[in-house]
């Protein structure tokens, strides 16, 4: 499994960024995907998760109306468009694939982080 | 939301020594809860999933337990390469939300 991450670099505020991941070594059209992201010396935050089709797709209140995630299934490629962009929105940004499995205690099928990208940086500054 | 607390934010430890670190959640999650290692200029790395399962390739003296809101990661003996930090992470219900993460560091 791989995940390489590109397309980060230093933006000023108000500006756009898209940050792409291509994935390799698996078979993309059977994960849903996510963005994840650390601000400098901070925590891990979620961001946005997209399912295997595109068309169950979730975002962080933090972003949601300036960020739009996407993927290319032909490509095996995952995206990120990232606009009006904040000072707050410096951070690591991480491609993270989920796996799924069956919760047999809620009959149910659920899906964990297993791979992370190795981070592209993004940098929101004047 | 969902909110995760880890405890304790840091500790210290020696090689050998049995480390435990909690994490709560504000609402009842059921199983559904992760745990990841982190190690500085590093990506996270999976180490267990449904609170108590070992994520592919992960050594056995890492174990999980708990249930509901209430969950631990402990590390049987800690060797220098587990110097690190550790978070948890909640997947039952959107917005996904992370603790705030325990650095564990050499005594």
């Known amino acids: 499994v791989q995940l390489v991450e590109s397309g980060g670099g230093q933006v000023r505020p108000g500006g756009s960024l898209r940050l792409s991941c291509a994935a390799s070594?698996?078979?993309?059209?059977?994960?849903?995907m996510n963005w994840v992201r650390q601000a400098p010396g901070k925590g891990l935050e979620w961001v946005s998760s997209?399912?295997?089709?595109?068309?169950?797709?979730y975002y962080a209140d933090s972003v949601k109306g300036r960020f739009t995630i996407s993927r290319d299934n032909a490509k095996d490629s995952l995206y990120l468009q990232m606009n009006s962009l904040r000072a707050e929105d410096t951070a690591v940004y991480y491609c993270v694939r989920l796996r799924g499995y069956y919760d047999a205690l809620t009959d149910s099928q659920k899906y964990y982080f297993d791979y992370w990208g190795q981070g592209t940086l993004v940098t929101v500054s004047s | 939301d969902i909110q995760m607390t880890q405890s304790p934010s840091s500790l210290s430890a020696s090689v050998g020594d049995r480390v435990t670190i909690t994490c709560r959640a504000s609402?009842?999650?059921?199983?559904?809860l992760a745990w990841f290692q982190q190690k500085p200029g590093r990506a996270p790395k999976s180490l267990i999933f449904?609170?108590?399962t070992l994520h592919s390739g992960v050594p056995s003296k890492f174990s999980g337990g708990g249930s509901g809101t209430d969950f631990t990661l402990t590390i049987s003996s800690l060797q220098p390469e587990d110097f690190a930090t550790y978070y948890c992470q909640q997947y039952n219900s959107y917005p996904l939300t992370f603790g705030g993460g325990t650095k564990v560091e050499i005594k």
């Open positions: 609402h009842d999650i059921s199983h559904s």
């Open positions: 997209i399912n295997i089709m595109g068309n169950y797709i």
């Open positions: 449904a609170a108590s």
């Open positions: 070594g698996f078979a993309f059209t059977n994960h849903n």
